[in-house]
C-alpha cells in the first residue's frame, strides 16, 4: 500500500481545466467538477486484496512494514488491485512480492471498510507453500500462533478487524463449529 488512496489531480484529466467543489444535478453530494465541460470527477474507495496466509503448524505470516504509512507495524501481505486482475490474483501477487511466499487455497475472511480510509480491504484466508522471505516493502516477517498476535502493533484498523475474525474463525473449527 503506497500511494494515498486519495491523491487526486486539482485539474480536470479531460480538459486541463480547474476544478471547483459543487453538487452536479441530480446528484445529491458535492463532487469535484470541471467548470469547463461539466466532467465528474468521482472519487472512489481503490480495492486492497490481501492474505493471511497459514501454515501447517497453525501459525499465521506477518509482515512488518518497511514503508511509511505506519512503518514498523506489523500486516498481513496486501496491496492495491491491479486492473485486469481478480481479487484473488491481487492477493496471490501481494504475497509473493512482500513475502516472497506462494500460497494456494484462498478462502474469503471478510471484506473491511470504514468511512475514513478510501479502501476496501478484501482479506482471504490462505494456505503457505514453502518459505518465506522479507520483501522490499517489509523489514520483516514472522510467523504467529494465534495467541502471539502482537495486537498493539498492528498497522491498520483493518488489520486488526480481519485478525479478530481470523482468531475467532480458529476457535470455532477447533470447537468444530459448521458455519
Ligand atoms: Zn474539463
Known amino acids: 500500500?503506497?500511494?494515498?488512496?486519495?491523491?487526486?489531480g486539482r485539474y480536470c484529466m479531460l480538459c486541463g481545466q480547474r476544478l471547483a467543489s459543487a453538487i452536479p444535478g441530480g446528484d445529491t453530494k458535492r463532487r469535484l467538477v470541471c467548470m469547463d465541460c461539466?466532467?465528474?470527477?468521482?472519487?472512489?474507495?481503490?480495492?486492497?486484496a490481501a492474505t493471511i496466509p497459514m501454515r501447517a503448524d497453525g501459525r499465521i505470516l506477518l509482515a512488518r512494514r518497511a514503508i511509511e504509512p505506519r512503518r514498523g507495524t506489523w500486516v498481513f501481505p496486501g496491496g492495491y488491485m491491479d486492473a485486469?486482475?481478480?481479487?484473488?490474483?491481487?492477493a496471490i501477487r501481494e504475497t509473493l512480492e512482500e513475502?516472497?511466499?506462494?500460497?494456494r487455497d484462498l478462502s474469503l475472511l471478510g471484506v473491511y471498510?470504514?468511512?475514513?480510509?478510501?479502501?476496501?480491504?478484501?482479506v482471504y484466508r490462505a494456505i503457505a507453500v514453502g518459505e518465506a522471505e522479507a520483501g522490499d516493502e517489509t523489514s520483516e516477517i514472522a510467523w504467529f500462533r494465534p495467541?502471539?498476535?502482537?495486537?498493539?502493533?498492528l498497522a491498520f484498523d483493518s488489520?486488526?478487524?480481519a485478525l479478530r475474525?481470523?482468531?475467532?474463525w480458529r476457535l470455532r473449527s477447533a470447537a468444530g463449529e459448521s458455519f
Do not use: C, K
Open 84 to 90: 485486469g486482475e481478480t481479487a484473488e490474483e491481487a
Open 165 to 168: 475474525d481470523y482468531v475467532l
Open 99 to 103: 513475502a516472497h511466499l506462494e500460497v
Open 147 to 153: 495467541g502471539e498476535i502482537p495486537w498493539e502493533q
Open 113 to 122: 471498510t470504514r468511512t475514513g480510509p478510501g479502501v476496501v480491504v478484501i
Open 1 to 8: 500500500m503506497s500511494s494515498h488512496p486519495h491523491s487526486f
Open 159 to 161: 488489520t486488526e478487524m
Open 38 to 48: 461539466g466532467f465528474i470527477h468521482y472519487v472512489n474507495p481503490r480495492p486492497v
